[in-house]
Nanobody, 126 residues
């Protein structure tokens, strides 16, 4: 069992920055690929960023490339999402996600997620 707790969301003006954190419980964090997804009101939950279990590989949706950076600390059992140059269209609830233990593929699709966090709201005002 893995428990994920996100933090760091909030209200920010367009052009601003936020850093989301996701703290994971359990002993399997370092062997799981991790990801961030987001869901805007009335829309589906969409992929944002992914990182391999080692941290050596990352991938981003095109709309956030160059603005968001995913990273992880396997000692602290934490994954991060640094967001800069935020835009109003980035407004959503952001969810941390854990993939299957030992999976070598990046976590890109909601159905591949083993565990979800509770979500943290990010609101970007224009």
């Amino acid at each position: 069992q893995v428990h994920l707790v996100e933090s760091g969301g909030g209200l920010v003006q367009a052009g601003g920055s936020l850093r989301l954190s996701c703290a994971a419980s359990g002993r399997t964090f370092s062997s799981r690929p991790m990801g961030w997804f987001r869901q805007a009101p009335g829309k589906e939950r969409d992929f944002v960023a992914a990182i391999s279990w080692s941290g050596g590989s990352t991938y981003y949706v095109d709309s956030v490339k160059g603005r968001f950076t995913i990273s992880r600390d396997n000692v602290k059992n934490t994954v991060y999402l640094q967001m800069i140059s935020l835009k109003p269209e980035d407004t959503a609830v952001y969810y941390c996600a854990a993939g299957r233990v030992g999976a070598t593929d990046l976590l890109l699709l909601p159905y591949e997620v083993d565990y979800w966090g509770q979500g943290t709201q990010v609101t970007v005002s224009s």
